[in-house]
C-alpha cells in the first residue's frame, strides 16, 4: 500500500492563479479531508468527505473548493489564489471504527507558497 | 466548537529523560489520536486511543475518557523523538480537531 500520496510537493503560485492539489488513496477508506498547518499552529480542516460524491466544509473552506468523484481521489482547488493562503496543505484519509469515528492517517503534505 | 487543550506548549530534555504530556478536551470524544510531527514536517501516527491505555516500545498513552483527559509518556528520550506532538479528537460533528501541540526538544 502506498497509503495516501500527495502532489505536488511544493508549489509556488502567483496571487490570482488558479491550481489543483492532488490526494490519492489505496486503503480504500471512505472519509478523506484536507488541512492546513500555518507556521507554529495545529492543523485547521478545510474541507471533508465521508464518501464519493458528498463534501463539506471545515473550519477554514473559503477559497477553497473540492470534489469526490471516486473513493480514492480527493482534490482540492484553490480558485484564486492569496498570500493568505501560503501554508502547508495535508490530505488525510480515514478508516471508519464507528458512528463518527474514525482513525486517520496522514500524506506528506504540500508546501504552497504564494507571492 | 470543542476546545483541545495541550500542555505544556514547549518541554527541553536531555537525553535519557522521561516526559509527560497532557492533552484536555472539553467535550465526550468519540475517539482521540496523537500524533508526532518530526522536524521534516511528517505527521505521523503514535496511538489511536479513546480510552484505556496502549503501549508501543518507549512510548503509552492513557486516556480518561470520563475525566476528559489524556496523557502522553515519553521514557528514556532520545534526540529522534523531537519534533511537534499534537493531540486530535473527533466527537459527533466528523471533524478532527487539534490542539496547538507541545514541541518537544531533546538534547544530546
Known amino acids: 500500500n502506498a497509503g495516501v500520496t500527495q502532489t505536488p510537493k511544493f508549489q509556488v503560485l502567483k496571487t490570482g492563479q488558479s491550481m489543483t492539489l492532488q490526494c490519492a488513496q489505496d486503503?480504500?477508506?471512505?472519509?478523506m479531508s484536507w488541512y492546513r498547518q500555518d507556521p507554529g499552529m495545529g492543523l485547521r480542516l478545510i474541507h471533508y468527505s465521508v464518501g464519493a460524491g458528498i463534501t463539506d466544509q471545515g473550519e477554514v473552506p473559503n477559497g477553497y473548493n473540492v470534489s469526490r468523484s471516486t473513493t480514492e481521489d480527493f482534490p482540492l482547488r484553490l480558485l484564486s489564489a492569496a498570500p493568505s493562503q501560503t501554508s502547508v496543505y495535508f490530505c488525510a484519509s480515514s478508516r471508519s471504527t464507528g458512528t463518527f469515528s474514525y482513525e486517520q492517517y496522514f500524506g506528506p503534505g504540500t508546501r504552497l507558497t504564494v507571492t | 466548537g470543542i476546545q483541545v487543550e495541550q500542555s505544556p506548549p514547549d518541554l527541553i530534555l536531555q537525553e535519557g529523560a522521561n516526559s509527560t504530556l497532557r492533552c484536555n478536551f472539553s467535550?465526550?470524544?468519540?475517539?482521540l489520536q496523537w500524533f508526532h510531527q518530526n522536524p521534516w514536517g511528517q505527521l505521523i501516527n503514535l496511538f489511536y486511543i479513546p480510552s484505556g491505555t496502549k503501549q508501543n516500545g518507549r512510548l503509552s498513552a492513557t486516556t480518561v475518557a470520563t475525566e476528559r483527559y489524556s496523557l502522553l509518556y515519553i521514557s528514556s528520550s532520545q534526540t529522534t523523538d523531537s519534533g511537534v506532538y499534537f493531540c486530535a479528537v473527533f466527537n459527533s460533528g466528523s471533524r478532527l480537531t487539534f490542539g496547538e501541540g507541545t514541541q518537544l526538544t531533546v538534547n544530546p
Open positions: 467535550d465526550s470524544v468519540n475517539n
Open positions: 486503503m480504500n477508506h471512505e472519509y
